[in-house]
């Protein structure tokens, strides 16, 4: 990663009033927790259109639970690493801070992030597969049953959202609007492989966001936003948030009025 960038990406954070934080699996491959594409991630092992579609739930509900009550054991025993801890600390930097994640294991909230925008659901809640409209939110790990029925004697689902599925109005909402006013959006830990969540920096981008990625690989985003920095979350997102803490408090106290 060179530092010329490591410093663009420093300054642009130290003079931003609001900030977004997009985040992926990546972010949390450092608890431990497998990616989905890259090397080792779960789509070597699993077919996504038989544990991550709803085609493939009512084909085999018992076959998509095991995946999930597979990651909800390694989450539930794994930790928040330094990555989900710096943007915790994000929150008292910024005048406004929005961290949006298509993550499902719940690490921004334990490393202390509030108000996590969560696009793709989560793997701490479950919701009546019939149409009694009951959501088991928490819903603690491990299971009772596997798979786990319902009050009403149908199936529980994961509160997820699947492919070919609709992401949750009110949070594609906060989250398009949060980015797109953003100063700063910071891209870190995804393939940029998935629609329509892969849009919001591209939005936030047209809309005037300096949009930089934190990613050891190149990705689907890279060519759509304004630096990249090579490397591992958990490594850089302390180091920068330091950086841009220092240059801040060297900014005289007119501009820091902002
Ligand atoms: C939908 C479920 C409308 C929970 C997931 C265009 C517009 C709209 C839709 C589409 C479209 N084109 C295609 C579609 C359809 C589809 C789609 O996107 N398909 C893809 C595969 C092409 N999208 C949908 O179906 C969406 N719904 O469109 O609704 C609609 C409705 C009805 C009819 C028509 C339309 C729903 C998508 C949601 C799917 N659910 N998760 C779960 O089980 O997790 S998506 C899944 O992928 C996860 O949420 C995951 O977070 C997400 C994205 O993956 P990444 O997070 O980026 O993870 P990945 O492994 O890919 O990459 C990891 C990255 O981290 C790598 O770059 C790696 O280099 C990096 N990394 C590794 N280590 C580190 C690191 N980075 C930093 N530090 C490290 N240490
Ligand atoms: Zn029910």
Redesign the pocket.
Known sequence: MSDLGFEKAAKALAHARRVAVFS????S??SGIP????AG?LWENFQ?EDV?TPEGFHRNPALVWEF?EA?RKAVHHASPNP?HFAIARMAGLFEEMTTIT???DGLHQRAGSPAVLEL??SLWSARCAQDCGAVVDPFPFPAASCPPRCKCGALLRPG????????PERIWHDAMNASAQSDVVLV??????????A?IPIAARREGAFVIE????E?ELTSNLDLSLRG???EILPRLLDAATELRALRPATEKRG
């Open positions: 992926g699996a990546g972010i491959a450092e990616t989905f594409r890259s991630g996504l991550a999930y990651r990555g298509q993550n499902v793709h659901g997820v959202v699947w492919f070919g599925e609709m992401l870190v830990g995804t393939s940029g492989a998935v629609w329509p969540a849009g934190v990613n050891p690989e990705s591992l979350s958990g």
